[in-house]
């Protein structure tokens, strides 16, 4: 079959054959149709996920559209390595097997499937959120962060908070839903003290960060710094994504002084079953009423010319 191949960690994957997967226990065999280029495709790709084998050749992909052998249209995950998504066949564990709504084309439920995951997930099964909390969503102008502000005022968030970097974006999501926008790009102190008036003022319960690194020092420090005479309030704080640095200076005084709970959002920290069930119930609201969200699709073929394009605010999703 054609397939786009990872040979080497420091190069984009080729267009190329590779043998066609064969099912084992527990696998179905799927024909693809879409897949979506997200960014733990590119991590796994160049080695630095902490979900890497560091085998090589494989096939890149983590998720995809496709239909089973009964004609049954699903998106899928699960594959074993050397498979991915990112080819004509693949093979799809049993258990995460989605229906896919007739609302939903291929391309869009291939594209935004993962993303969308990233803030449902972290809502419901790791802060358990409910409706009329608050949230602030550190990240908030990228793709994910952006269908986590949908996402967020569909659940019933009282509030909602949007940091990021890009002024067209961060206006964009006042129409989506951000009670407040926040840039990101203002000297330390300024950040801090627009962060602290968020949680002084109108109060945050659940923070969703998708950047790490600085960004996040600035919340931790405006959740900490707030007077001994004050009741420290519950933060829950889900760590998603490192875009901005993988590691922080947490400083001790930030959990002594405050109700902060700091929690994880992925692979591993959520299971597989909540992961599965978070999809269906997205993909049931998705296809009820489409959320703002955009996808280019590309031939497969041009994997090797694409995979390092930039495609601000948008999903780049590939078809065999």
């Known amino acids: 079959m054609r397939a786009a191949v990872v040979h080497s960690f420091d190069a984009p994957p080729t267009y190329t054959t590779f043998a066609d997967p064969i099912p084992q226990a527990d696998e179905l065999p799927v024909t693809i149709a879409a897949a979506g280029l997200h960014q733990i495709v590119k991590s796994l790709a160049n080695g630095t996920h902490y979900g890497s084998?560091?085998?090589?050749?494989?096939?890149?992909?983590?998720?995809?559209?496709?239909?089973?052998?009964?004609g049954k249209r699903v998106y899928f995950g699960g594959?074993?390595?050397?498979?991915?998504?990112?080819?004509?066949?693949?093979v799809a564990a049993s258990w995460m097997c989605v229906p896919v709504p007739d609302g939903l084309d291929d391309a869009i439920a291939a594209g935004i499937a993962n993303p969308a995951m990233s803030s449902w997930v972290a809502l419901t099964a790791r802060a358990k959120f409910v409706a009329a909390e608050s949230v602030l969503i550190l990240g908030a102008t990228g793709v994910a962060g952006q269908l986590a502000v949908q996402i967020a005022k569909r659940r019933g968030a009282r509030r909602i908070v949007a940091a990021g970097r890009n002024p067209e974006a961060l206006e964009k999501l006042k129409s989506l839903g951000a009670d407040?926008?926040?840039?990101?790009?203002?000297?330390?102190?300024?950040?801090?003290?627009?962060?602290?008036?968020?949680?002084?003022?109108?109060?945050?319960?659940?923070?969703?960060d998708y950047l790490w690194g600085r960004p996040a020092e600035a919340v931790l420090q405006a959740i900490s710094q707030r007077g001994l005479s004050k009741a420290a309030p519950r933060v829950r704080f889900v760590q998603i994504g490192a875009s901005a640095g993988v590691t922080i200076s947490l400083h001790a005084a930030s959990l002594r002084s405050s109700g902060l709970e700091l929690l994880g959002s992925g692979f591993g920290s959520a299971s597989l079953d909540q992961i599965?069930?978070?999809?269906?119930?997205?993909?049931?609201?998705a296809a009820n009423k489409p959320f703002n969200f955009s996808v280019k699709t590309a031939p497969l073929s041009d994997v090797e010319a694409l995979w390092n394009r930039p495609e601000p605010g948008t999903r780049l999703v590939f078809q065999p």
């Open 180 to 208: 407040v926008v926040i840039s990101l790009e203002q000297e330390p102190g300024a950040l801090v003290a627009a962060f602290r008036s968020e949680f002084a003022g109108a109060g945050v319960d659940i923070v969703l």
């Open 276 to 285: 599965k069930i978070a999809i269906g119930e997205f993909f049931e609201e």
């Open 53 to 70: 084998t560091g085998e090589l050749p494989f096939i890149p992909g983590v998720d995809g559209v496709g239909r089973l052998e009964d």
């Open 79 to 90: 594959a074993r390595s050397p498979y991915g998504t990112f080819a004509e066949r693949g």
